[in-house]
Each structure stands twice: as C-alpha cells, then as structure tokens.
C-alpha cells in the first residue's frame, strides 16, 4: 500500500520560508516518482514540483526561482523549500505519487497520479 505522508506546512508572512516535508516507504520511493501540488479554495488543483518522464525535476512557473526541491534517499523523503512567500501561495499542498514505468501525459496532470497524501496547509499572510 502506498502512503504519502506530508508536513511542515504553517502560516508565515510575506517573504517568509517553509520547507514541507512528503515522507513514504522504501517501496514508494523507488517505484514512484513523487511531486507536489497545491490547491487553494475555488481554484484547480495545480502542479508545484514533479519529475517528467524522463526523471527530470520541473517547477511550475509561478514558484520557479522561489521553490526548491530535494530528497533524502535514506530517509525516502521528498523536501519543498519554499523561500520568499507570497499570498497567493496559500493553499493546502499535497504529494502526489505516479508510477515510474508509466508514461503520463505531464508532471503535473493530476490524473497520472495514483495515490496522494493528506495535504498540509500553508497560509501565507501580506
């Protein structure tokens, strides 16, 4: 079974720092690749961070240069540094995990991905 499992979310001021944290097994971590979403109220689901098919890392275009994310292979852990935090950041983030052998459409079409976590909310105050 897969579980992802995310954290660190909070409320911050403008220009603040979070780093979330998508925590999964052994399994998980080298059958899957892992990205993060968000969602704020009334709005789609979009794409923050994911892997295309090739394995490469993208960043969506309102959080590139902002947004960093790195992974701790031993601790099968997926890290979203989010540095320099506007308003419109608010959202409830999300992973995501789609299957490596699988070919999707996008890093960030939702519909390639099977299994999400909880979410954990980040509030991001002017």
């Known amino acids: 079974q897969v579980q992802l499992v995310e954290s660190g979310g909070g409320s911050v001021q403008a220009g603040g720092s979070l780093r979330l944290s998508c925590a999964t097994s052994?399994?998980?971590?080298?059958?899957?690749?892992i990205a993060w979403f968000r969602q704020a109220p009334g709005k789609e689901r979009e794409g923050v961070a994911g892997?295309?098919?090739?394995?490469?890392?993208r960043y969506g275009n309102s959080v590139k240069g902002r947004f960093t994310v790195s992974q701790d292979n031993a601790k099968n852990t997926l890290y979203l540094e989010m540095n320099s935090l506007k308003p419109e950041d608010t959202a409830m983030y999300y992973c995501a995990a789609k299957e490596k052998l699988k070919y999707g459409l996008s890093w960030s079409n939702i519909y390639d991905y099977d299994y999400w976590g909880q979410g954990t909310q980040v509030t991001v105050s002017s």
């Open positions: 892997f295309d098919n090739k394995g490469s890392l």
């Open positions: 052994a399994y998980t971590w080298t059958t899957y690749y």
